[in-house]
């Protein structure tokens, strides 16, 4: 992950993005909270799934609230035009 990425993340609060992570998940999320603090070595993101191509993870966990990705675990991000977003179900 690329100090853009963190950038995309942040500047993509209440938005969705597309990520790509180390298991191969490819998934677009709406970003509810980017964690990057160096102090206390939290770098996280807070996110709702909107889709991804490991649905039965988050079918398996639907009564959360949100899900969190360490920043380790995330290859790159890339901000999804509105358009292309469909509705979470």
């Known amino acids: 992950m690329t ?15 597309e990520i790509m992570t180390i298991d191969d998940e490819c998934l677009i999320a709406k970003v509810l909270i980017v964690t990057h603090n160096d102090e206390y070595d ?36 890339k901000p999804v035009p509105h358009s292309e977003v469909a509705p979470s179900t």
């Open 42 to 77: 939290e770098h996280d993101v807070l996110y709702e799934v909107v889709s991804s191509n490991k649905m039965d993870f988050y079918l398996n966990h639907k009564d959360a609230g949100g899900f969190v990705l360490d920043f380790d675990r995330i290859i790159s991000v």
């Open 3 to 17: 100090k853009s990425d963190i950038q995309c993340l942040k500047d993509n609060v209440d938005k969705s993005v």
